[in-house]
Structures are given as structure tokens and as C-alpha cells.
């Protein structure tokens, strides 16, 4: 039996020696955060959990490039992202990103989206078109710039930045609809 109170840098080292065990007790350690972070940019479970075991791949072959001083769970959330991106670019066929320059500013109620729970806020993502989705989880919880948006998701700095204020427009209007956001 596997001792799971191993520290997660002594884990990756016995990752590091192909320890199979050693490689179980990380996905199995790390498997709820992954599908996590895959199912805010895949929807579909059957995806998001492709995405997740591809990660894991991703993972056990690059494993030996992760330093010791540096902590796992950014580098695999890095990983989980960018193999979601992938899934979704394979799978999706984004429409050429038009320049979104002269849009006006919009309106915002920043404290209504402030004193929503996590779980609340990814229910009404499910109402947001794809784009909108991948820009505002880029950005507000991956904390990506939009410069590196625009390059992760082919389009220009000035459309992640419109996609990301359409979402944000959209939940309020969602807030405000369902009566969670009170004046």
C-alpha cells in the first residue's frame, strides 16, 4: 500500500525514477483539482476528462524537467490549461477573430460579480458563448494577460479584451435578471 501522506516534491521524485506506483498516487492525488480546471474551458465531461488523462501524459513525460525548488501545482495547472486550449482548438472551429476596437465602454457592477461564490459564477458562465468562457477564465482565473490570450487563442490583444467585457456584461445582465444582484 502506497503511503499518501508523501510530500508532493518527494512524490515527484519517485515520478522522476517511472515508478508506476509513485505515478498512480499523483493522479490520483492531483485527478479532482485536474478535472477542475478542465471543465471551465471544456463543458463536456467526457472531454474535460480527455483532456485530464492527456495532461497527466503531458505530465509523467515531462516530468523530469520540473526543478525541485518549484512547486507542482502551477506548472500541472499550465499544463491542464494548455492541453484543454489544444482539445478545444482541435475540436472547436473558432471563426476568424474580427479587431474589436471602437466598442463602447460598458457599464459595470464589479461588486456583483465580487460577492458571488466560485460555484455560483461558473453557473452563469454556462451562459456564455465559448469565446466569452476561455477569455474570462483565461484572464479572471488563470490570470493570463491579454496579450498572451490573443496569442494562445489566435486573435488580437483588443478582441480578448471586448470578449472578456462582453462576458462580464453578460453575467451582470444575468445577476440582474435573476434577481442575485440587488441595487
Sequence with gaps: MLNTQIPDNELINRCKNGDIHYQELLYKRFYGYALGV??????????????????????????????????????FRKVLVNTALDYKRKNMRFS???????????????????????????????????????????????????????????????????YLTRAKQTLQNLLITHSIYKR
Aim: glycine residues 2%; contains cysteine.
Design 38 to 75: 478542465c471543465l471551465r474551458y471544456l463543458f463536456n465531461k467526457e472531454d474535460a476528462l480527455e483532456a485530464v488523462n492527456d495532461s497527466f501524459i503531458k505530465v509523467f513525460k515531462a516530468i523530469n524537467t520540473i526543478q525541485e525548488d518549484k512547486n507542482f501545482k502551477p506548472w
Design 96 to 162: 476568424q477573430a474580427i479587431e474589436m476596437v471602437d466598442t463602447e465602454p460598458q457599464t459595470t457592477y464589479s461588486s456583483a460579480l465580487e460577492n458571488l461564490s466560485a460555484k455560483d459564477i461558473l453557473n452563469l458562465m454556462k451562459n456564455l458563448n465559448e469565446t466569452q468562457s476561455l477569455v474570462f477564465n483565461l484572464y479572471e482565473i488563470d490570470g493570463y494577460s491579454h496579450k498572451e490570450i490573443g496569442k494562445m487563442l489566435n486573435m488580437p490583444e483588443s478582441s480578448s479584451r471586448t
